[in-house]
């Protein structure tokens, strides 16, 4: 069964720091390219930051600079370290993978100002 787990989301003030996880499974983890979503309520859901499978990464205008994304293939992970967090931040953030194409449930981020 292919499963997308997130972990880490939380409350934290401005300028404070998370890093959320997402443990894969059911997928042949070193092959896939992998990337983090969010979406705010009211809005749709958008890219963050992607990882290739050569760890090669790509990151939104909105948070280039504050986050890293990153890959652990023996424990079929992928991380997103969230520095300098702003309120805008604020969403329920989620884990994609492509082969298959799957998501997971998703973590809450809130960023106090």
């Known amino acids: 069964q292919v499963q997308l787990v997130e972990s880490g989301g939380g409350s934290v003030q401005a300028g404070g720091s998370l890093r959320l996880s997402c443990a894969a499974s059911?997928?042949?983890?070193?092959?896939?390219?992998m990337a983090w979503y969010r979406q705010a309520p009211g809005t749709q859901r958008e890219l963050v930051a992607t990882i290739n499978s050569a760890s090669r990464t790509n990151y939104a205008d909105a948070v280039k600079g504050r986050f890293t994304i990153s890959r652990d293939n023996l424990k079929k992970t992928v991380y997103l370290q969230m520095n300098n967090l702003k309120p805008e931040d604020t969403a329920v953030y989620y884990c994609?993978?492509?082969?298959?194409?799957?998501w997971g449930r998703g973590t809450q981020v809130t960023v106090a100002s």
């Open positions: 994609n993978s492509q082969i298959p194409e799957t």
């Open positions: 059911g997928i042949i983890f070193r092959i896939n390219d």
